[in-house]
């Protein structure tokens, strides 16, 4: 089901670029970088990571003594391996994962487009468990629920896709702003549709920009493992994003009214 999600998607998006003849401005992510323990309310705890983008990356934290709340660790799109790349306000892009949360522990994980002041923490696309919530918040992302919107909810060691797409405008301005458009795919592809940015502090234009996610920003995923005293010593998180994708999508779109939407309509 996912494969036909990913190429789907990718098709129309390479169709809309071509007939907005829009130029490549962001260099192509050739691997992956984890920051561990953003978050280390339980430093003891035994964190095991497997980065092997863009196949897969796993990071399983397993509760060791003394326990905190919470342990977060997130990853990064890189262009060297070794630093986090950096996105620009007026990049357009895409990316994809596969997800799969599962364990003993409870937490949160998903996708990431963080923010320049919050470069590993705000901004997620957010799998939430035990209760299954889905959603999109912080940093500069517009609020998106799929839970309260659609009725979705995950459930724990099952696989999801999920999808961000950040697309540029013109004049990128109150007329036209930037959109994100959040895709999640339980078997069933969902869709937020493309949701407009709003203007951000114009004080800090230059050097950040408005109207968008603003210069830098961070791409990539997270996972944050709650409540680990009440897990107790030997629980444990573990997530899994496979299959990850990444498209330059060029820096201006055409303003054309031919929507992305009905673009991947074609491919269903």
Known sequence: ?????KVSVLCAFALVALSAGTALATDTPTGAVVIERVFNDSFASILTVNNSYPTVIDINDVAAGPLGWANLHVWR???DGMTAQ????????MFTAELTISGTGDGEAGLQISPWWSPNVDGRFNVRTPDGEVACFG??????????SQGVSYVKGTTVRLGMIYTTNVEMN????????????????HTSGPIPFDEGNPAE?????????????????????????GSGDGSNLNVTWGDITFQDLGTVV???PTSFGNVKALFR
């Open 1 to 5: 089901m996912f494969k036909i999600f």
């Open 254 to 256: 055409a303003d054309e």
């Open 174 to 189: 109150m007329s036209m702003p930037a959109t994100i458009e959040y895709l999640y795919d339980d078997g069933v592809l």
């Open 139 to 148: 940093g500069r992302l517009p609020f998106y629920s799929f839970t309260g």
């Open 205 to 229: 234009d230059p050097p950040h920009g408005v109207w968008g996610i603003l210069s830098p920003a961070y791409a990539g995923g997270h996972m944050q493992f709650n409540n680990m005293s």
């Open 86 to 93: 950096q996105f620009n306000n007026t990049d357009g892009f």
């Open 77 to 79: 799109f890189s262009t």
